[in-house]
């Protein structure tokens, strides 16, 4: 008697998958770039202060640590498919409660819930890109990235024309509609997912043992990790009104970190731990930056529209670029395409801050800070997946949480202090007479500041009102200059370790099983952008 063939294994569709990992990413790219777009309603209808904004621009970042690192630790347990059912889930609902905000709470609300989601999709999408494509992983996962840039464009400009449309509707009412426009996205990758195979991590193929995955990620990984997310914890209790005890906080990083390092008894690979420090750096040079440049660039430029479309310009540059991430590092190497963009960003956010309203020159020093941003983030997750394979979709993830971790509790609110208080400086040094009409006391985690009331703004007579406006555009570009020490520092991070690989006989990629570690195969060295 014939015995029954067993159940043939379910093909993965490698395309579709990618694809809707791709239009996941697009989704958390709409969030960003609409909010972007809406945060001076926001400020208006709500009465925010700038460093309010930024609260509200880190919840719309760091929550995603909370989430991408801790379904790291579960997510090949619970399956990368469950993982998306929440993610979708979770962008919806931040969607209806964002929509339906009342105040500056319920706003954080929804943006941490977003946040949140987001999380969960780069927890998936990272490993599986990186599993699929292993022998071209950096490759491939900046074409994955590229849906990041290539979201803030199309969303960008969907916001944009749906405001040029002559609808007479409120701006409450407006902001609405540009905020919905973050379902169409989120709809497209639930439809492409739905019900497809995901491939098993390559540390679990390997039988790397969950232990060993813990080992390298290592204890002053841990300890890192921890001190972001109890900071994130104490935005959101300020942010509700909560005092938080400096003592609670210490036993909230000192317990799990201790517990931690009883188990794995590892301090962790010293250069990952570098790599996380200079997460802080880059996510907010990158990530930072955008969540204030349409803003800044708006007002100096007098034009709303403007600042969104120097954001949607640099975020459009990013994505063409990406696709060609392969063939760059062939030549350079990963970690010398960071230390090129490094340098590039830097050049670019001082132009930036020296520009003026000249749009000519606004243009060029985009370009530059624009092609000196696009590489970061996903050469970043290629050189740890290919650096540290035994972390598996810890490590890979954890780079990423904490350089979200770190911009949202710390750069985008830096970032709003900074313009708080340079505004303040400036009206000091240029109208002492008004400042003490527009401004008004507040305190925050970083210290008390003084910021711009916007009631009390409104309420100088025309000619005041144009002596503070030019004062406030004008710190508010210098701020770039601040920034632009950040990429300088993250450029002598990468000149120090090309160093270190030189000295090792140059830069290869670490592999568990299965194929060689050399050339072409993982620095991405493809002919063409993508493959069909």
Same mark, same amino acid.
């Given at each position: 008697?014939?015995?029954?063939?067993?159940?043939?294994?379910?093909?993965?569709?490698?395309?579709?998958?990618?694809?809707?990992?791709?239009?996941?990413?697009?989704?958390?790219?709409?969030?960003f770039?609409?909010?972007?777009?809406?945060?001076?309603?926001w400020?208006?209808?709500?009465?925010?202060?700038?460093?309010?904004?930024?609260?509200?621009?880190?919840?719309?970042?760091?929550?995603?640590?909370?989430?991408?690192?801790?379904?790291?630790?579960?997510?090949?347990?619970?399956?990368?498919?469950?993982?998306?059912?929440?993610?979708?889930?979770?962008?919806?609902?931040?969607?209806?409660?964002?929509?339906?905000?009342?105040?500056?709470?319920?706003?954080?609300?929804?943006?941490?819930?977003?946040?949140?989601?987001?999380?969960?999709?780069?927890?998936?999408i990272? %490993?599986?890109?990186?599993?699929?494509?292993?022998?071209?992983?950096?490759?491939?996962?900046?074409?994955?990235?590229?849906?990041?840039? @290539?979201?803030?464009?199309?969303?960008?400009?969907?916001?944009?024309?749906?405001?040029?449309?002559?609808?007479?509707?409120?701006?409450?009412?407006?902001?609405?509609?540009?905020?919905?426009?973050?379902?169409?996205?989120?709809?497209?990758?639930?439809?492409?997912?739905?019900?497809?195979?995901? %491939?098993?991590?390559?540390?679990?193929?390997?039988?790397?043992?969950?232990?060993?995955?813990?080992?390298?990620?290592?204890?002053?990984?841990?300890?890192?990790?921890c001190?972001?997310l109890?900071?994130?914890?104490?935005?959101?209790?300020?942010?509700?009104?909560?005092?938080?005890?400096?003592?609670?906080?210490?036993?909230?990083?000192?317990?799990?970190?201790?517990?931690?390092?009883?188990?794995?008894?590892?301090?962790?690979? %010293?250069?990952f731990?570098?790599?996380?420090?200079?997460?802080?750096?880059?996510?907010?040079?990158?990530?930072?930056?955008?969540?204030?440049?349409?803003?800044?660039?708006?007002?100096?430029?007098?034009?709303?529209?403007?600042?969104?479309?120097?954001?949607?310009?640099?975020s459009?540059?990013?994505?063409?670029?990406?696709?060609?991430a392969?063939?760059?590092?062939?030549?350079?190497? %990963?970690?010398?395409?960071?230390?090129?963009?490094?340098?590039?960003?830097?050049?670019?956010?001082?132009?930036?801050?020296?520009?003026?309203?000249?749009?000519?020159?606004?243009?060029?020093?985009?370009?530059?800070?624009?092609?000196?941003?696009?590489?970061?983030?996903?050469?970043?997750?290629?050189?740890?997946?290919?650096?540290?394979?035994?972390?598996?979709?810890?490590?890979?993830?954890?780079?990423?949480?904490?350089?979200?971790?770190a911009?949202?509790?710390?750069?985008?609110?830096?970032?709003?202090?900074?313009?708080?208080?340079?505004?303040?400086?400036?009206?000091?040094e240029?109208?002492?007479?008004?400042?003490?009409?527009?401004?008004?006391?507040?305190?925050?985690?970083?210290?008390?500041?003084?910021?711009?009331?916007?009631?009390?703004?409104?309420?100088?007579?025309?000619?005041?009102?144009?002596?503070v406006?030019?004062?406030?555009?004008?710190?508010?570009?210098?701020?770039?200059?601040?920034?632009?020490?950040?990429?300088?520092?993250?450029?002598?991070?990468?000149?120090?370790?090309?160093?270190y690989?030189?000295?090792? @006989?140059?830069?290869?990629?670490?592999?568990?099983t299965?194929?060689?570690?050399?050339?072409?195969?993982?620095?991405?060295?493809?002919?063409?952008?993508?493959e069909?």
């Amino acid at each position: 008697m014939a015995t029954a063939a067993a159940p043939a294994t379910p093909e993965i569709h490698r395309g579709r998958v990618f694809l809707g990992c791709f239009m996941a990413l697009v989704a958390t790219a709409f969030g960003f770039i609409i909010r972007a777009t809406i945060i001076d309603d926001w400020r208006v209808q709500f009465n925010l202060s700038q460093t309010q904004i930024g609260y509200i621009q880190g919840a719309g970042l760091y929550p995603f640590a909370i989430s991408i690192i801790l379904f790291s630790l579960v997510v090949d347990s619970i399956g990368y498919g469950v993982s998306m059912i929440f993610a979708f889930v979770g962008h919806l609902l931040s969607l209806v409660i964002t929509l339906t905000a009342r105040d500056f709470a319920q706003l954080y609300a929804g943006q941490f819930l977003f946040a949140l989601s987001n999380g969960v999709v780069e927890a998936v999408i990272n %490993p599986v890109v990186a599993t699929m494509y292993e022998k071209e992983k950096t490759h491939y996962l900046n074409i994955l990235h590229a849906g990041w840039p @290539g979201g803030l464009v199309l969303g960008g400009l969907l916001a944009l024309l749906l405001g040029a449309v002559p609808l007479d509707v409120s701006t409450a009412v407006m902001w609405r509609l540009k905020m919905a426009l973050v379902a169409l996205p989120t709809v497209a990758y639930g439809i492409l997912l739905f019900g497809q195979r995901f %491939p098993v991590q390559e540390r679990v193929a390997a039988g790397v043992s969950y232990l060993e995955m813990l080992s390298e990620f290592g204890t002053a990984s841990c300890l890192i990790t921890c001190a972001l997310l109890v900071t994130g914890l104490n935005q959101i209790l300020e942010v509700f009104g909560i005092a938080f005890p400096l003592w609670l906080a210490a036993v909230l990083v000192v317990v799990p970190t201790a517990l931690f390092a009883a188990v794995v008894r590892s301090f962790g690979r %010293p250069m990952f731990v570098l790599l996380l420090l200079v997460m802080f750096l880059l996510a907010t040079t990158e990530l930072g930056t955008d969540s204030w440049i349409a803003d800044i660039m708006g007002s100096v430029l007098q034009s709303e529209n403007a600042g969104d479309l120097v954001l949607v310009y640099t975020s459009l540059i990013m994505f063409v670029l990406r696709f060609f991430a392969g063939p760059i590092v062939h030549v350079i190497s %990963p970690l010398g395409l960071l230390a090129v963009s490094a340098a590039l960003a830097t050049v670019g956010l001082v132009s930036l801050s020296y520009a003026g309203a000249a749009a000519g020159m606004v243009f060029v020093a985009a370009t530059i800070y624009g092609v000196g941003k696009t590489f970061f983030w996903p050469t970043t997750l290629g050189v740890v997946s290919e650096q540290f394979p035994k972390g598996g979709a810890l490590t890979l993830n954890a780079i990423a949480g904490v350089g979200m971790l770190a911009v949202g509790t710390l750069g985008n609110p830096l970032i709003g202090m900074l313009q708080d208080r340079s505004i303040d400086r400036l009206l000091a040094e240029r109208a002492p007479e008004l400042r003490e009409k527009v401004l008004v006391e507040k305190s925050a985690m970083l210290g008390k500041y003084y910021a711009l009331d916007e009631k009390k703004l409104g309420s100088l007579p025309p000619q005041q009102r144009k002596k503070v406006d030019a004062i406030v555009r004008e710190a508010r570009q210098a701020t770039l200059r601040q920034i632009a020490v950040l990429p300088a520092i993250m450029f002598i991070c990468y000149v120090g370790l090309i160093v270190y690989f030189i000295q090792r @006989g140059g830069y290869q990629a670490q592999v568990l099983t299965g194929h060689s570690a050399e050339d072409e195969e993982f620095v991405g060295g493809t002919e063409g952008p993508i493959e069909g």
